[in-house]
């Protein structure tokens, strides 16, 4: 088996011998991505474009991820940002 970072299922494959199969399981080893930076695209945002974030995961998946996503005010209010 190769050893990788990738977050999967476990996976199988079979050995055939003289018509006789044998099946063998790949247990993943690997956890699953968790989110390792945020940062801003760019030095500043120029007042009324969008923001962008680049956000870096630990490791790769090969299922969809899901996270939760929200915004804190800093020395902006709420009515300086849209969400």
């Known amino acids: 088996t190769t050893q990788d970072t990738i977050d999967e299922p476990d996976e199988t494959f079979d050995l055939q011998v003289g018509g ?3 099946t063998a ?3 993943d080893d690997d956890d699953a991505p968790v989110i390792t930076e945020v940062a801003l695209v760019g030095e500043t945002v120029p007042e009324g474009q969008p923001a962008e974030f680049k956000v870096t995961l630990s490791n790769a998946s090969s ?3 899901t996270y ?3 915004l804190v005010n800093g020395t ?3 009515d300086d940002y849209d969400t």
């Open 20 to 22: 006789v199969t044998g």
């Open 25 to 27: 399981t790949i247990q």
């Open 63 to 65: 299922s969809d991820q």
């Open 68 to 70: 939760t996503i929200g």
């Open 76 to 78: 902006a209010g709420d």
